[in-house]
């Protein structure tokens, strides 16, 4: 044995710099061990056994076993014999009688002992009597006592203990489950009911090891089994299910054995900063981020039989200890089904291995009647048992086509149907792919849910345009999704969106093709496939031309509907994206997006009824804008010569990408502002597009889009859009639509002051310096390599720019301080946050004006990469 027994300890050696010693050299030898693939559950168990010798030799040295009556406990985690390398140590010293103060303090220098060696040690000192009464009045001291185990002392007082806590009295079984299941609903709130957590508790989290943990109290306490296995030979456990539990919580305690590995301090949080190298020490590797999603890929798979075991055994360990079920009124529903309670089940005790296509019936009927809750628990049981011996996928069977189809055109299927499909396992069942993006996840800030889970709440979403309720929320997709004739293809698209992740290639290219061998398959007509096809193939084109293209510009317009081809299209495509964007992350949605598809969507619309043949009028737009701002001004007393000499001033592209209101508010108060030196700021009082516009009119100067954008982002503001113009005398005459950190526009009562800093950093001669805020700690851990890519164009006047980079505190203002460095002209600009990636878009022109040449464009890629490595987190 490379490590010395604590048994063998010698007196000398108990000091706390020599344990201190023995206890780095126990802990670098499992370290090892665990890099050397030794089973987990031995490292466990070794270490807890370890730990005990420790604790009796200490208490042998404190010459405590020389004292009747006294002994001490393991209890807790420590008291099943699990102990992971920074688990809490939980003992008991407990006594028949109260300890006098001598002995006290004796105990209390234990302690202090155990403490300075830096063991997490959680400790009480009780009577027997004292366990008692707390223990009746605290849960969690309850539940500890039930698991603990004498390390050394006095069997009889220990007795004493074990025959208190297993009295009926002392927590009766129908008290116990009640407050455990209740206990574990509480814990699940506090991580939002989901195991898709960016940075889940290995413990804690739904489906993780405390889900394991509450159904071995529930049996321990009511049944008398002290371990799965217990639980198995008694039969409250299948084999399978036994199997199961102790392949899931091996799995569990390997991620969590490897984190504390990492760790100083007790954590079991699996964080971003953690992720990479707990996959590391897994096994897990590949290029990237590769290593970690198939880390938590695993994990994710683990924590979902974990909560599917735990709800289904709690339901059935609640109809013996509660008697109920039995009593319930049963409703019969079919041949194949019943209803008892609220709960469907099963008629017959084979079912679904005899009939597999039954299972989607099951689902149609939970389609059919809203008021039934879910699936009973033997009924779960079967699906489970059935789910495991399929040996095809359910879409292979003709019956089943038509069924999973028939729940694709129900009305009702979006509501609960589709979501406790995937929940039970039976997506998986029914598709390959879907098997494949179950607990696929993307290391990044972006994506929050998982694909399976992203998809499931996808479809959620395109219920909610059902009602009218929502109309305020999302407007066009309550307007068009009630007339969509035929939303099957809607939600079959939906469920292959994203289906090709995970897969190397591009996922929208993998899932088209899928989609409509899908769509064949089931007997769809070649135009209905097609439709699905290019729906998944091009889920992303309207939220990337919304958020990354200019669309003011007619010729962005154009290209765009001629992708997209007619309205019947364009209606699945906006409800489609709308969904979507809300499903990854639900942060994301907010006015300025709803504002920007709106604009996109109306304007394609007007392109496709036009006809694409018969572009938008330019000359006619700027008229139009022309007259309509007019008229407002003239309604606040300015006279048309006056609004003329202003707007002689101004290019004909001014009036092109403003509305008239927008014109007719910036020259009201260009018209009054008395000395044209000056800057002047505006900031819209009511929101505009979603967010809040900020207008800058002041002399021409070197980095003004710098400086304005420096002070926005000191005052936590996001820049969404710029428009960046000169008149024809040398003003710029920029706008800015900007949000608050939580999507909203400016608040009204800090207009003043921004409007007051703003003119103050434009007073300020000469070049900012950027000071930026402090880098957030969720984004520390990332890295996006900075990319500046050039965008082929027909154009002469202009380049696009595409430029991705991690989104720093002074990102944006750091690009515009270089482009003025280069003597870059910036023109427009649309900034896309994406997690921890910006991908914004920019439009450019040359020092001299017109495009930019290959030098000049490789002198700005180059300066770009360099600034923006200036700003990277060490």
């Known amino acids: 044995m490379p490590f010395q027994s604590p048994l063998t300890f010698s007196d000398e050696q108990i000091t706390v710099s020599e344990l201190k010693s023995q206890l780095e050299i126990f802990a670098e030898y499992q370290k090892q061990e665990f890099s050397n693939h030794h089973p987990v559950s031995d490292l466990v168990l070794g270490r807890s056994e370890y730990t005990d010798l420790l604790l009796t030799r200490l208490w042998q040295h404190y010459e405590f076993d020389q004292i009747p009556h006294l002994s001490l406990v393991a209890v807790g985690g420590y008291g099943r014999g699990e102990l992971h390398p920074l688990s809490d140590i939980d003992i008991l010293v407990v006594s028949q009688k109260y300890l006098p103060e001598s002995l006290g303090a004796k105990v209390s220098e234990f302690i202090t002992l155990l403490w300075d060696l830096r063991l997490e040690i959680g400790h009480a000192v009780r009577t027997v009597e004292e366990c008692g009464h707390i223990g009746r009045t605290d849960l969690t001291v309850a539940t500890n006592l039930q698991e603990a185990r004498l390390l050394t002392g006095c069997e009889e007082t220990f007795h004493q203990l074990k025959m208190l806590v297993h009295s009926e009295s002392f927590w009766p079984s129908e008290i116990f489950y009640k407050a455990k299941v209740q206990e574990q609903r509480e814990r699940h709130a506090r991580y939002h009911d989901t195991t898709y957590n960016l940075e889940p508790d290995i413990k804690s989290t739904p489906g993780g090891l405390r889900d394991i943990h509450t159904l071995s109290w529930v049996a321990r306490r009511h ?56 996959a590391s020490s897994l096994g897990f590797v590949g290029e990237g981020n590769r290593g970690v999603e198939m880390m938590m890929k695993e994990f994710y798979r683990t924590l979902r039989r974990v909560a599917e075991l735990n709800k289904m055994l709690l339901k059935l360990f609640g109809q013996v200890i509660l008697n109920r079920g039995v009593e319930s009124s049963v409703q019969i529903i079919s041949d194949d089904f019943q209803r008892r309670g609220n709960l469907i089940e099963a008629r017959k005790p084979a079912l679904f291995q005899a009939r597999p296509e039954t299972i989607l019936d099951m689902f149609l009927h939970i389609a059919n009647d809203s008021t039934i809750d879910g699936v009973a628990p033997p009924t779960l049981r079967q699906l489970r048992t059935a789910r495991r011996r399929l040996n095809k996928f359910l879409h292979t069977i003709p019956e089943a086509r038509e069924k999973f189809l028939e729940l694709c055109r129900h009305p009702n299927a979006l509501h609960k149907a589709f979501s406790l499909m995937h929940k039970l396992g039976v997506l998986s069942a029914y598709l390959p792919q879907w098997n494949q993006i179950v607990g696929q996840m993307q290391f990044d800030l972006f994506h929050v849910y998982t694909v399976d889970e992203h998809s499931v709440r996808l479809l959620k979403h395109i219920n909610t345009f059902s009602y009218a309720k929502n109309h305020s929320k999302h407007p066009i997709c309550c307007e068009v999704f009630p007339r969509i004739q035929k939303k099957e293809l809607l939600i079959i698209a939906a469920i292959f969106h994203d289906i090709g992740k995970g897969r190397p290639g591009d996922h929208s290219v993998i899932g088209a093709e899928e989609a409509y061998a899908f769509c064949r398959e089931h007997g769809l007509s070649t135009p209905e496939a097609n439709l699905v096809s290019w729906l998944v193939r091009h889920h992303l084109l309207m939220s990337v031309t919304a958020q ?123 018209l009054r502002h008395e000395d044209s030196t000056q800057p002047l700021v505006l900031i819209s009082k009511k929101p505009t597009r979603g967010g809040t516009e900020v207008f800058v009119y002041t002399q021409d100067q070197k980095g003004i889009f710098a400086k304005v954008v420096a002070e926005l982002d000191r005052r936590n503001f996001n820049v969404h859009d710029a428009q960046v113009m000169t008149s024809k005398d040398g003003y710029v005459l920029d706008t800015f639509m900007v949000l608050d950190q939580n999507g909203n526009p400016i608040e009204e009562n800090r207009h003043n002051a921004v409007e007051k800093h703003l003119v103050s950093v434009l007073q300020t001669a000469g070049a900012m310096q950027i000071r930026t805020r402090r880098i957030p700690r969720n984004l520390q851990h990332f890295t996006v390599k900075t990319k500046v890519d050039f965008l082929p164009s027909k154009s002469k006047k202009s380049t696009t720019m595409e430029f991705v980079a991690l989104d720093t505190p002074g990102l944006l203002a750091t690009v515009g301080a270089t482009f003025a460095d280069q003597n870059i002209n910036l023109h427009a600009a649309k900034i896309t946050t994406i997690g921890e990636r910006a991908e914004d878009f920019f439009i450019i022109t040359g020092a001299e004006g017109g495009k930019l040449s290959e030098q000049e464009e490789l002198l700005l890629r180059d300066a770009l990469i360099a600034n923006v490595a200036e700003l990277a987190p060490n």
């Open 223 to 278: 049944f008398g089994a002290t371990s799965l296995f217990e639980m198995s030979r008694y039969g409250f456990l299948t084999d399978a299910e036994y199997r199961e539990l102790l392949e899931c919580q091996e799995f569990l305690w390997r991620v969590r054995f490897a984190l504390h590995i990492e760790l100083r301090r007790y954590d079991n949080r699996l964080t971003f900063a953690h992720q990479p190298s707990v």
């Open 548 to 670: 990354r293209r200019d669309i003011y510009d007619p010729d962005v317009i154009a290209e765009f509907a001629k992708l997209v081809r007619d309205e019947e299209y364009l209606e699945y495509l906006v409800c489609l994206t709308v969904a979507d964007i809300c499903a990854t992350n639900p942060e994301l949605w907010n006015s300025w997006k709803r504002t920007l598809l709106a604009e996109l969507f109306y304007s394609t619309q007007r392109a496709l009824r036009r006809g694409l043949e018969n572009p938008v009028d330019v000359r006619e737009r700027i008229r139009h804008n022309q007259q309509m701002a007019s008229a407002l001004l003239r309604k606040e007393n300015f006279s048309s010569r006056e609004i003329e000499l202003v707007w002689q001033r101004f290019k004909a592209d001014y009036f092109l990408r403003h509305t008239p209101k927008q014109i007719a508010w910036h020259c009201t108060h260009l």
